[in-house]
C-alpha cells in the first residue's frame, strides 16, 4: 500500500515556474513507477510523464523541454519541476504510482490545483 499527498501547487503567471512535490509512504518507493498526470475543466485526465523506478523518464509532447520528473527515493518524494509555464498548463495535478510489471496506476494523491494566468 502506498499513500501519496502532493504539494506546491497555486497561482503561477505565464512563463513562470513551479515545482510540485510528491511524498509517498511505504518502504517500497524505490520500486514503484512514478506518474504526474493533470486534468483541466472539461478535459480527460493525461499523463503529464512518468519516471521508472530505474530513473528513466518519459513527457507527453506539450511538456517536453519545460517540466521535468525527478525522484528522490531516500525522501519518498517525486518531485514535478515545471517551467516556462503557459495558461494550457492549468489543471489538478496528481502523482501516482504503479509496478514495474503493471500498466495500471494503482495509487493516487488527492491532486494539488495549478493556476497559469496569461
Known amino acids: 500500500q502506498v499513500q501519496l499527498v502532493e504539494s506546491g501547487g497555486g497561482l503561477v503567471q505565464a512563463g513562470g515556474s513551479l515545482r510540485l512535490s510528491c511524498a509517498a509512504s511505504g518502504r517500497t518507493f524505490s520500486t514503484y513507477v512514478l506518474g504526474w498526470f493533470r486534468q483541466a475543466p472539461g478535459k480527460e485526465r493525461e499523463l503529464v510523464g512518468s519516471i521508472s523506478n530505474r530513473g528513466n523518464t518519459n513527457y507527453t509532447d506539450s511538456v517536453k523541454g519545460r517540466f521535468t520528473i525527478s525522484r528522490d527515493n531516500a525522501r519518498n518524494t517525486v518531485y514535478l519541476e515545471m517551467a516556462n509555464l503557459k495558461p494550457e498548463d492549468t489543471a489538478v495535478y496528481y502523482c501516482?504510482?504503479?509496478?514495474?510489471?503493471?500498466?495500471?496506476?494503482?495509487?493516487w494523491g488527492q491532486g494539488t490545483q495549478v493556476i497559469v494566468s496569461s
Open positions: 501516482a504510482a504503479r509496478i514495474v510489471v503493471s500498466i495500471a496506476y494503482a495509487y
